[in-house]
C-alpha cells in the first residue's frame, strides 16, 4: 500500500438517473474522475454523468471502510440529509 497516503476519504456521488452510489479511496479526484470517465464501479458506469456531492476525510483506510459500511446502511432519505447538512 502506498505509505505516503495519508488521508483517505469516503464520497457519494449522485449519479445520472438521480441514485446515489458511496465508495471510499485514497485519491479522491481520481476516483471521481474513473467514475465520471466509466470507468469506476459497475454501477455507476450505466448511470453517467456522476456527480461528487459528498466527502468526509479520514486519516486511515480503516476508518474510511467503517464509515463506508455505515453511509451504505443509510436510507437515501439519510444521505440527502447528510449531503444538504454540509
Given at each position: 500500500?502506498?505509505?505516503?497516503?495519508?488521508?483517505?476519504?469516503?464520497?457519494?456521488?449522485?449519479?445520472g438517473d438521480g441514485s446515489l452510489y458511496t465508495g471510499w479511496t485514497n485519491h479522491l479526484e481520481h476516483r471521481v474522475?474513473?467514475?465520471?470517465?466509466?470507468?469506476?464501479?459497475?454501477?455507476?458506469?450505466?448511470?453517467?454523468?456522476?456527480?461528487?456531492?459528498?466527502?468526509?476525510?479520514?486519516?486511515?483506510?480503516?476508518?474510511?471502510?467503517?464509515?463506508?459500511?455505515?453511509?451504505?446502511?443509510?436510507?437515501?432519505?439519510?444521505?440527502?440529509?447528510?449531503?444538504?447538512?454540509?
Open positions: 500500500m502506498d505509505e505516503a497516503v495519508s488521508q483517505y476519504y469516503v464520497y457519494i456521488l449522485e449519479c474522475a474513473l467514475h465520471a470517465a466509466g470507468k469506476g464501479a459497475k454501477y455507476t458506469r450505466s448511470r453517467l454523468p456522476v456527480k461528487l456531492v459528498y466527502q468526509e476525510v479520514f486519516e486511515s483506510a480503516t476508518e474510511a471502510r467503517k464509515r463506508e459500511a455505515q453511509l451504505k446502511q443509510c436510507t437515501r432519505q439519510q444521505k440527502l440529509a447528510l449531503i444538504s447538512n454540509q
